[in-house]
């Protein structure tokens, strides 16, 4: 093994301040860097079992806004002596070019995209040695550094990690608000190593996942009568230098997120990631259409150039011809996944007339004489006294939380946040709260926080049977999501006291 005192970084230190202006976004830039360990562990994972029958490739990705700084750690094999230098020249490009670093550039140019300063510690598998370079942006440009000092440090053998710190952040870095997203984006491109267990990739502690959508099983439009069917149709096809494989499906239930095509190559999403699906209007129709909204899949694609930053494939008009061919696979007389696509209906008008039949028949028998004016009087009653509002207001602010979601939005140029707070208090007849919060963390002029509490300890959840699983409540959180975001935003449109409709509401839905 050689010693390594210094490494080339080649490019002439003035171009390195053009990588900043590259056409990138924070998911794809910090996915470069799970694509140098993935492929680390799929060149090396043979012995990385060997030492460990147990090895389980583990990618920690953590941004610090105290600090600013961001922290990619990773237990591959690490970066050996013979890939050593060429991982540090831009456009070097690594031996074997069919894995997921094939251009060479990914490590150097997402540094330098997210940050003014980077180091990386990294130890391979087999060495004796840590090797531990810097990049320091400033002294590159104004000294014109072409090499950089490489420290080594002895360590065990059988020790294995790359360690890379970013500081000095650039504008490009992730903010809070952007993490959510960031975190679905990534397991959606790397939903094949997450699904099959292969890998963890963690982003500010929590573990990324990524679901299996239930597909139709339902009888043919025209035969409704028929047997069900599993509308999945396997795609093994080639056509020229092209080839795909993997599967187009329909979803059970249309839902927007989950519809659109991934399409893969080597394993990892290229096009179609998180919320950017990929609808070609030839397999899925018009944007809205039931077609648009119910076909789903992926597909490894085979023979295709992708782009630099892999967020895409060059060869546009030879991918839209290929999906045309794609589509005679989904609409034969046998198995027409297309025609179901477009013209299946779960529920039709005869259905909804005998559903709201049988829930006129229900309000009927419930109903009773007078409770309904009771039932206002009392809530009247109720919110305008201020010292009740307040103290059902602070019972349920102080009340135990037990889990929360939150996800972005923007509008009118302001950065918001919806957080929906899961609590518990049995001591308030309150059903659900909502606030504006402001924080010094994320609340700034185009920052706001918008927090949604929901009780579940409230008598409304014992009150009806079908609120056992957590998918039973989905459609009522849906209802308090948008009543939450209504009141904050109707003052926009002029309203005043919107929350006297939530003040209101939560007496009306109570027995």
């Known amino acids: 093994m050689k010693q390594i005192n210094k490494v080339s970084i080649a490019l002439k230190p003035s171009v390195y301040s053009t990588f900043r202006a590259l056409n990138n976004t924070v998911s794809f830039t910090l996915g470069e860097?799970?694509?140098?360990?993935?492929?680390?562990?799929?060149?090396?994972?043979?012995?990385?079992?060997?030492?460990?029958?147990?090895?389980?490739?583990?990618?920690?990705?953590?941004?610090?806004?105290?600090?600013?700084?961001?922290?990619?750690?990773?237990?591959?094999?690490?970066?050996?002596?013979?890939?050593?230098?060429?991982?540090?020249?831009?456009?070097?490009?690594?031996?074997?070019?069919?894995?997921?670093?094939?251009?060479?550039?990914?490590?150097?140019?997402?540094?330098?995209?997210?940050?003014?300063?980077?180091?990386?510690?990294?130890?391979?598998?087999?060495?004796?040695?840590?090797?531990?370079?810097?990049?320091?942006?400033?002294?590159?440009?104004?000294?014109?550094?072409?090499?950089?000092?490489?420290?080594?440090?002895?360590?065990?053998?059988?020790?294995?990690?790359?360690?890379?710190?970013?500081?000095?952040?650039?504008?490009?870095?992730?903010?809070?608000?952007?993490?959510?997203?960031?975190?679905?984006?990534?397991?959606?491109?790397?939903?094949?190593?997450?699904?099959?267990?292969?890998?963890?990739?963690?982003?500010?502690?929590?573990?990324?996942?990524?679901?299996?959508?239930?597909?139709?099983?339902?009888?043919?439009?025209?035969?409704?009568?028929?047997?069900?069917?599993?509308?999945?149709?396997?795609?093994?096809?080639?056509?020229?230098?092209?080839?795909?494989?993997?599967?187009?499906?329909?979803?059970?239930t249309m839902q927007n997120g989950a519809n659109g095509l991934a399409l893969l190559r080597r394993g990892r999403v290229i096009q179609g990631g998180g919320e950017e699906k990929y609808h070609p209007q030839v397999l899925c129709g018009q944007t809205g259409s039931p077609r648009y909204k119910r076909i789903f899949g992926e597909l490894e694609l085979d023979g295709f150039d992708v782009s630099f930053n892999k967020n895409g494939f060059r060869d546009e008009d030879d991918l839209y011809a290929f999906m045309e061919a794609i589509k005679q696979e989904l609409t034969a007389p046998e198995f027409d996944l297309h025609g179901q696509a477009e013209y299946f209906r779960q529920k039709t008008k005869e259905d909804n007339t005998k559903i709201a039949k049988e829930i006129t028949s229900t309000l009927k028998k419930e109903t009773k004489p007078r409770e309904l004016?009771?039932?206002?009087?009392?809530?009247?009653?109720?919110?305008?006294?201020?010292?009740?509002?307040?103290?059902?207001?602070?019972?349920?602010?102080?009340?135990?939380?037990?889990?929360?979601?939150?996800?972005?939005?923007?509008?009118?140029?302001?950065?918001?946040?919806?957080?929906?707070?899961?609590?518990?208090?049995?001591?308030?007849?309150?059903?659900?709260?909502?606030?504006?919060?402001?924080?010094?963390?994320?609340?700034?002029?185009?920052?706001?926080?918008?927090?949604?509490?929901?009780?579940l300890a409230h008598p409304f959840f014992t009150r009806f049977d079908q609120f056992k699983r957590a998918n039973n409540y989905q459609p009522i959180i849906a209802i308090f999501k948008s009543l939450a975001l209504s009141e904050i935003m109707a003052p926009n449109r002029g309203t005043t006291f919107a929350s006297n409709i939530r003040l209101l509401f939560n007496q009306y839905i109570l027995k």
């Open 33 to 252: 860097y799970v694509d140098n360990a993935v492929q680390s562990y799929l060149d090396n994972k043979n012995a990385l079992l060997s030492i460990n029958p147990h090895y389980k490739l583990e990618i920690q990705i953590t941004v610090d806004w105290t600090a600013k700084t961001i922290l990619i750690v990773d237990n591959a094999a690490g970066i050996d002596a013979n890939n050593y230098e060429r991982a540090f020249e831009p456009a070097h490009v690594p031996l074997d070019v069919t894995g997921l670093n094939e251009f060479g550039m990914g490590m150097k140019t997402a540094s330098v995209w997210l940050a003014d300063k980077w180091c990386v510690y990294t130890k391979a598998l087999w060495e004796p040695v840590e090797r531990f370079t810097e990049f320091d942006l400033q002294k590159v440009t104004s000294e014109g550094k072409e090499e950089l000092i490489v420290i080594e440090k002895s360590k065990p053998q059988n020790e294995h990690y790359t360690k890379i710190v970013l500081s000095g952040l650039s504008n490009h870095a992730p903010t809070p608000n952007q993490m959510d997203k960031i975190r679905r984006h990534l397991s959606s491109i790397y939903r094949k190593f997450i699904r099959n267990d292969e890998i963890d990739i963690v982003v500010n502690g929590e573990k990324l996942s990524y679901p299996n959508y239930e597909i139709l099983c339902a009888p043919y439009h025209k035969t409704p009568d028929g047997e069900n069917i599993v509308w999945r149709k396997d795609i093994d096809f080639e056509l020229g230098n092209y080839k795909a494989k993997g599967f187009i499906a329909l979803l059970k």
């Open 373 to 455: 004016t009771k039932k206002v009087q009392e809530a009247e009653t109720k919110v305008q006294n201020a010292q009740y509002v307040a103290q059902s207001e602070t019972l349920i602010q102080k009340a135990e939380t037990l889990d929360s979601h939150a996800e972005a939005f923007q509008l009118n140029g302001i950065n918001y946040t919806l957080r929906v707070d899961l609590v518990t208090e049995t001591a308030t007849d309150t059903l659900y709260s909502v606030t504006q919060e402001n924080t010094s963390q994320y609340d700034s002029a185009n920052s706001k926080r918008i927090v949604c509490k929901i009780n």
